[in-house]
């Protein structure tokens, strides 16, 4: 059921993205790309400089990069706004200074005073805290090595060798690195870059005119340091990642349009209005090239958090990729005016705008969003818990059920299984017990139509369609039940 369910979230994606657009199309690239993709990217860069993450804000930082402070100097601790302050002041207090009950933390608006430096010296960049972790070589991403040499032998050499002539341990460390580089290949962290690195092939080949964009869904690997709440976050996920290429200068524009495609695409999807919210970045959190950036959040059953993130990313991943292979990623516009020199024709390196959402993440707010648990009537009849799920995502579209498994009712509702099968619709077969049990069991996998073969089908070839939603049941013909059930879901 998941995966039918995460395969038809993904394709309603592509559809709305690819199928129903004439300006974006989609690409399909691999999961190892050339190790020089991740170092024009910055990837690679914070591969083997020890990092530290602040327990407080969770920044993770790069230690010698940190503002420096005495040990056992008084620090300020300051947050993006009061209530994430209340919330830090009660972790320090409870968490990361130890369970004394007192409050030990004094706050003022969004500001924390009482923390003193801890021995390492510095504290967060982002909020001054010396809550830390320790010193860690971080690996965001996850190395491999191409070719069938083990590299490991190599390593065992380099290594011996280094001893031998007395070599201190960064020293052997920064061999081990060296030997390694040959051979190491990297899973990618995000789709996103491979739609970076195909720009000029996919705009050459398609004719495609700025702006358009390049979608791509697929497997990425993170080697988080914590995995947590369920599919929220894990080492591997799926994501549905668009890059829209536009003229300089207009980035605010369609950061404005795909902000609202997006938070209105989850809600065609039946995501509840309440529920979701755009978060702009501050400007403590933007990327230094980044001039615009709105996370879409979904209220969780833990809090408001994360579900797609939409930035405006100006021409910095052109540029650096462009930079990093020595080949200009640059477009031509004819029409258009140059700015610099007023003549006709603009050579220019397009903008970007990105709507990068995460689809496990995206199915794991569906799954939240669709559960309810109904109380029973004035009768004490009718509870049931139901996954109200909108049409074209649930994993079953019609549940064909025959009444009793006798009187060629089973025969019949097979016919009606194939018909729908062959229509390319998700239909299931199901006679094992009592009917108002069944309807309850497609209720919970969040069925929406049910049709049933009665003993009246067998005299006029009706069938019950049953809505899942209001439980309202029609009569309709055998031979039109395909047709009124697809154009229910187009309609839906
Ligand atoms: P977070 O702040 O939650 O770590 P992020 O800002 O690093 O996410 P992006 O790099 O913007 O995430 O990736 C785009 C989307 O991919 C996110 O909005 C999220 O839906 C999804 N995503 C990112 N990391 C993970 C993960 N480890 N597990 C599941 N989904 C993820």
Redesign the pocket.
């Known amino acids: 059921m998941g995966a039918e369910l995460k395969r038809n979230l993904m394709s309603e994606w592509w559809r709305s993205m690819v199928h129903t657009r004439e300006d974006i199309v989609g690409i399909d690239a691999s999961i190892i790309m050339h190790p020089r993709v991740w170092k024009a990217s910055g990837h690679l860069a914070n591969f083997s400089d020890p990092l530290v993450d602040c327990k407080v804000c969770g920044e993770r930082f790069r230690a010698d990069k940190a503002p420096r402070a005495e040990p056992g100097a008084d620090t300020i601790i300051t947050l993006a706004d009061r209530p994430r302050a209340e919330a830090a002041q009660e972790k320090i207090d409870k968490q990361l200074l130890g369970p004394s009950g007192d409050t030990r933390m004094r706050r003022d608006g969004k500001t924390l005073t009482g923390a003193k430096v801890g021995t390492q010296g510095y504290v967060c960049p982002n909020c001054g805290s010396p809550f830390l972790s320790d010193e860690r070589q971080f690996n965001l991403m996850f190395r491999t090595s191409l070719g069938p040499v083990d590299p490991v032998g190599d390593m065992v050499g380099v290594v011996r060798k280094a001893i031998a002539e007395g070599a201190d341990e960064a020293t052997i460390r920064l061999r081990v690195e060296e030997s390694l580089a040959e051979s190491s290949v990297y899973l990618r962290?995000?789709t996103?870059q491979a739609m970076f690195v195909n720009f000029l092939n996919v705009q050459q080949s398609t004719g495609l005119k700025v702006p358009f964009g390049i979608a791509q869904m697929g497997k990425?690997f993170?080697n988080?340091v914590k995995?947590e709440k369920f599919?929220?976050?894990?080492?591997?996920?799926?994501?549905m990642?668009m890059e829209y290429f536009v003229p300089p200068g207009r980035g605010p524009e369609y950061l404005e349009y795909w902000k609202n495609e997006r938070m209105n695409w989850w809600q065609s999807l039946g995501i509840k209005a309440e529920n979701l919210r755009l978060r702009p970045h501050g400007s403590d959190e933007l990327a230094f090239y980044s001039d615009g950036c709105f996370?879409?959040e979904y209220k969780f059953p833990w809090g408001w958090?994360?579900?797609?993130?939409i930035?405006s990313r100006t021409d910095y991943d052109l540029g650096q990729h462009s930079r990093e292979s020595g080949k200009k990623l640059n477009y031509f516009d004819q029409e258009a005016t140059d700015p610099a020199t007023g003549k006709q024709g603009w050579h220019y390196v397009p903008h970007v705008i990105e709507p990068?959402?995460?689809?496990?993440?995206?199915l794991l707010a569906v799954l939240c969003d669709a559960y309810a648990e109904e109380p029973a009537d004035a009768e004490g009849k009718g509870a049931r818990t139901v996954l109200r799920l909108h049409p074209r995502l649930a994993p079953v579209k019609a549940a064909i059920l025959p009444l009793v498994k006798k009187d060629g009712m089973p025969e019949l509702a097979r016919e009606i299984v194939a018909q729908f099968l062959d229509a390319g619709v998700n239909a299931r077969y199901d006679e094992q017990h009592a009917i108002g049990k069944r309807y309850a069991r497609h209720d919970e996998i969040g069925t929406p139509y049910a049709l049933t073969v009665d003993t009246q089908t067998l005299a006029d070839k009706t069938v019950t369609l049953r809505q899942r939603d209001d439980r309202s049941q029609v009569r309709i013909p055998i031979s039109t039940a395909v047709e009124v059930v697809l154009a229910a879901l187009r309609e839906a």
């Not at 990068?356 to 995206?362: E, L, V």
Request: glycine fraction near 10%.
């Open positions: 962290p995000e996103a990425s993170r988080e995995v599919i929220f976050r894990s080492v591997e996920f799926e994501q990642e996370d879409i958090d994360e579900l797609e993130g930035a990068a959402a995460g689809a496990t993440r995206g």
